[in-house]
C-alpha cells in the first residue's frame, strides 16, 4: 500500500492539529479538506520541515494559474503554518477577480494583475493609478502611468497600495429601454440618448393594441430608485402613536409613492402630441390592460369589480354592489386613483376614472358589553369606597 506519514497544520485553518496522510498528498488537497477562515492569509503558507527549512507557498498562485510549483507534495513531519492576514492591496475595477489581496514582499505589479485574472476587455490600459501611503504612513500619493510604463519599470507594490483599473468611457455601454404589456412587438429597443422621445420608440414597437391603456401606461426611470429620505426612513420606525398627524401623513404619502416612477401623461402625448418625454438608457416603459372598471372593496354588500360607466358616481357603484354592508362607515369612504394611487375623500372626487378603486371602511369596533360592564362596576365600587370613607370620617367628627 502507499506510505502514510505524519504532517500538523495550524493557523487560520478550521480543522487544526496532526493528521496522518498518503506520502503522495499535496498542499492544496490537505487544505482545501478542512477549510479556511476568513482571515487566512492563502498567498504567504509557510511549510517548515523537521529539518527546519521553510518555504513560503503562495497558493492563490496555483488556484488561479495552476502553478505547480506553489502545490507541493508534503513531507513526513511538515509543519504548515496558515498566518493570519495582515499586509495587503486592493485591487478595484476593470479586472476579472477585483478585492483585497494578500501581499507578497517584492511583488510586480504585473504578477498581481495576472492572479487577479487579467484585464477586463473595457479596461482602460493608458492610464492606471496607484494609491500609494508616503513615508511618513499617513499622507497618500497617486502614481499614475499607462499600464505599459508600469510593466516597462517592473513596478513593485507596497503594503497598502490601492490600485484603480478604469473603465474605457462607455465603451460597448448599451443604450435600451425596455417595452412591456400591451404594445404590439413589446421588448428591449435601443435609444440615442438625449434625442429619442417617447413618441418616437412607440411605433417601433407597432403601436398600442386596442387592449392597451394610455390611461395608466407608465415609465419607470432607474434613477429615481437610489434617492435616500432619511425622514422616510426614520417615520417608518416610529410607532403612529409617537408620530405628529403631519408624520404620519406624510409617511403614507410616501409610502404610497412608486419608486422610479416618471410623471408622464401618455394621453397628451399620444392624443395631443404635447408633453413628450426624452428617454433615457434603462427605462422600462410599461403599457397595462385598459381596466373598464371601477373595483369596490371593503363594506360594501357584494364588493368586487364593477363595469364602468361614464355618468355614474360613486353612490351609483356602491348601490349596483348591492348598498353598504351594516358595518359600513358610509362617512368616511375614500377612492384610490388608478393612475397615481392618490386617496382622495368621496367629497373631493370631480370624477371617476376606469380603474379607481372605493373604498368603503368598517365603523371602528365598539367595546364589548362585558368590558363596559366591569369598568362600570369598578368605578361603582370606587365611588362607594370613597362615601364609604367620607360617612366614617363625618361620624367620627361628631
Given at each position: ?107 510586480s505589479l504585473e504578477s498581481l494583475i495576472k492572479i487577479a485574472g487579467g484585464f477586463l476587455d473595457a479596461a482602460f490600459l493608458d492610464t492606471l493609478e496607484i494609491i500609494r ?162 373595483i369596490i372593496i371593503g363594506q360594501a354588500v357584494f364588493p368586487g369589480n364593477l363595469e364602468y360607466h361614464p355618468e355614474y358616481g360613486i353612490r351609483d357603484y356602491i348601490a ?79
Amino acid at each position: 500500500g502507499i506510505r502514510k506519514i505524519k504532517i500538523s497544520i495550524y493557523g487560520e485553518v478550521l480543522r487544526k492539529g496532526s493528521k496522518v496522510i498518503y506520502a503522495n498528498t499535496r498542499l492544496n488537497d490537505i487544505l482545501m479538506d478542512g477549510g479556511f477562515t476568513p482571515a487566512a492569509n492563502i498567498r504567504n503558507i509557510r511549510i517548515i520541515s523537521k529539518e527546519g527549512a521553510q518555504r513560503i507557498i503562495d497558493l492563490l498562485s496555483f488556484i488561479r494559474l495552476a502553478d505547480r510549483t506553489q502545490n507541493p507534495v508534503l513531507e513526513d513531519g511538515d509543519y504548515v503554518m496558515v498566518d493570519k492576514l495582515d499586509k495587503t492591496v486592493t485591487l478595484s475595477g476593470a479586472v476579472k477577480y477585483p478585492g483585497i489581496y494578500e501581499f507578497r514582499d517584492d511583488e510586480s505589479l504585473e504578477s498581481l494583475i495576472k492572479i487577479a485574472g487579467g484585464f477586463l476587455d473595457a479596461a482602460f490600459l493608458d492610464t492606471l493609478e496607484i494609491i500609494r501611503f508616503g513615508s511618513d504612513a499617513k499622507t497618500q500619493i497617486s502614481i499614475v502611468k499607462s499600464v505599459a510604463a508600469f510593466h516597462a519599470e517592473n513596478f513593485r507594490l507596497a503594503n497598502k497600495d490601492r490600485i484603480v483599473v478604469r473603465l474605457k468611457p462607455e465603451y460597448l455601454e448599451e443604450k435600451i429601454v425596455t417595452i412591456s404589456g400591451y404594445v404590439k412587438y413589446p421588448g428591449p429597443y435601443k435609444i440615442n440618448e438625449g434625442v429619442t422621445r417617447l413618441s418616437d420608440i412607440i411605433p417601433e414597437a407597432g403601436g398600442f393594441l386596442s387592449r392597451g391603456s394610455l390611461k395608466s401606461a407608465y415609465i419607470v426611470r432607474e434613477s429615481g430608485e437610489s434617492v435616500y429620505d432619511p425622514e422616510f426612513e426614520r417615520l417608518k420606525g416610529m410607532p403612529r402613536k409617537d408620530m405628529s398627524d403631519d408624520e404620519y401623513d406624510y409617511l403614507k404619502s410616501r409610502s404610497r409613492q412608486r419608486k422610479g416612477r416618471v410623471v408622464i401623461d401618455f394621453e397628451k402625448v399620444f392624443l395631443t402630441k404635447t408633453d413628450d418625454l426624452i428617454l433615457k438608457k434603462n427605462d422600462q416603459i410599461i403599457v397595462p390592460l385598459k381596466k373598464d372598471f371601477i373595483i369596490i372593496i371593503g363594506q360594501a354588500v357584494f364588493p368586487g369589480n364593477l363595469e364602468y360607466h361614464p355618468e355614474y358616481g360613486i353612490r351609483d357603484y356602491i348601490a349596483q354592489a348591492g348598498g353598504f354592508a351594516w358595518r359600513a362607515d358610509e362617512g368616511e369612504i375614500r377612492v384610490i386613483k388608478g393612475k397615481t394611487g392618490e386617496w382622495i375623500d368621496e367629497d373631493d372626487i370631480e370624477n371617476l376614472e376606469p380603474g379607481d378603486t372605493i373604498w368603503i371602511p368598517e365603523k371602528p369596533q365598539a367595546p364589548k358589553f362585558w368590558d363596559v360592564f366591569k369598568d362600570s362596576l369598578m368605578i361603582v365600587g370606587q365611588l362607594a369606597t370613597v362615601i364609604a370613607a367620607t360617612i366614617a370620617v363625618i361620624v367620627s367628627t361628631r
